[in-house]
């Protein structure tokens, strides 16, 4: 990494203003039960934010000078006031990402995205055929989400994006996602496997190899001009050439996510207590939250190495992701679970207790990946 470049991470670490990259999931109301999400989505929750306090979140965040948020879920596009919010978000200058597995983006709805301004559409998919991707992500979701593409492309969208979770079952199709986003005219988006959620349940059958991993450092190194990661990888840069983006967790400094009930958490990956920091609901909305949080200003003091001082890779790779280590029950000090030297496996196979997952909203029906 370049002199510019540590000073740029050091200056991230203790915080900005605002978050350059915030996550608001809209709904916990899913129409799939994905085997990997991390928010366990399925069932609306009751006391999600209403249409009002939506607007009242995008007003808070115009003021705070947020340019630019992802929306999620569960699936976003299951919201009556969906379009609603794009709207408001419009008028206040704020652009928006917004995942969708494409279950409800029909063609005419694809032509209302392509009037809006400040709009980004990603489309979820996890395999290059239903048989890769369903037993992930369930039954018909490979069809629904290549008609979803077919409708942004057929009403002149423009680029929108693809996003895949990097599993040990479709490591080898890499190549072959990235002709489909070539094919039309999309971009590709590549994200790691995290053991939260439903995920915690499927993370050891799922994730990659160690051997896959250095699959994935070598095709990302071939790949990152073309390939957005959201700097999900810098794990890998313990294998010796740093990855194109930033080396660190900007859990709670550059990054937060807000939940359907108004909650913030630190990181889209650790909905969790132990991460909460407060909530939208509170005096002083979100704004007070990033800006006065013991928790964001607890993780904005220097951390420690831990484990992981003796090992001469430990300022390439920062010991790794904070939710990976968590959720597998490593201390947060400690080395990612995934960690391409070795030090997470063994440090799993001493023993380690995964937290208790708080809540989860998943549909009353049974959720089981499929054998191959």
């Given amino acids: 990494m370049s002199t510019s470049q540590h000073s740029l991470v050091d200056e991230l670490k203790s915080g900005l203003d605002a978050p350059i990259c915030l996550t608001w999931e809209l709904t916990y109301a899913c129409n799939l039960q994905c085997v990997h999400c991390l928010s366990s989505s399925g069932r609306r929750d009751p006391h999600e934010l209403t249409t009002q306090e939506a607007f009242g979140v995008l007003d808070d965040l115009a003021e705070m000078q947020v340019f630019y948020i992802n929306i999620g879920g569960g699936e976003p596009m299951i919201r009556r006031d969906f379009f609603d919010i794009l709207d408001h978000a419009a008028r206040r200058g704020i652009g928006v990402k917004f995942s969708t597995n494409g279950a ?16 980004d559409v990603q489309i979820s998919l996890d395999g290059l055929d239903a048989a890769t991707n369903d037993p992930v992500r369930g039954d018909g979701s490979y069809a629904l989400a290549r008609t979803a593409m077919d409708n942004l ?11 895949i979770v990097v599993t040990r079952h479709n490591v080898a199709q890499l190549d072959g996602f990235k002709a489909l986003a070539d094919e039309y005219g999309a971009t590709l988006r590549v994200t ?13 059958e799922l994730h990659p ?13 071939d790949h990152g001009d073309h390939v957005l990661t ?37 990181c889209p990956f650790v909905i969790h207590d132990e991460f909460k920091a407060g909530s939208v609901r509170d005096a002083g909305g ?16 220097p ?13 390439a790779c920062q010991g790794g992701c904070m939710a990976a280590k968590f959720f597998t029950g490593l201390p947060l000090d400690g080395p990612d679970p995934e960690c391409v030297v070795g030090h997470g496996e063994a440090a799993l196979l001493e023993g380690s207790t995964p937290p208790l997952m708080l809540v989860d909203h998943s549909r009353p029906v049974p959720v089981t990946l499929l054998a191959r």
């Avoid at 492309?153 to 996003?163: D, T, V």
């Avoid at 790691?192 to 050891?204: M, Q, V």
């Avoid at 890998?236 to 967790?249: D, I, Q, R, V």
């Avoid at 979100?286 to 003091?301: C, G, I, K, M, P």
Wanted: charged fraction near 20%; charge should be neutral; glycine fraction near 10%.
């Fill in 104 to 119: 409800y983006l029909t063609p005419e709805r694809a032509r209302r995205l392509a009037s809006m301004d400040y709009l």
């Fill in 153 to 163: 492309a057929g009403a002149g969208f423009g680029p929108f994006k693809i996003s």
């Fill in 192 to 204: 790691r496997l995290r053991p939260s959620g439903r995920g915690a349940d499927s993370w050891h």
């Fill in 209 to 221: 190899t160690n051997e896959q991993q250095r699959e994935i450092h070598r095709w990302l190194l």
């Fill in 230 to 266: 959201g700097d999900s990888f810098f794990h890998l840069n313990a294998l010796g050439e740093s990855l194109p983006g930033l080396n660190m967790c900007g859990a709670g400094r550059v990054v937060c996510l807000i939940d359907p009930t108004g909650d913030v958490y630190a």
């Fill in 286 to 301: 979100f704004a007070a939250v990033w800006r006065e949080s013991d928790t964001f200003l607890a993780l904005r003091q």
């Fill in 303 to 315: 951390q420690s190495a831990g484990a992981c001082a003796s090992c001469g890779q430990f300022d």
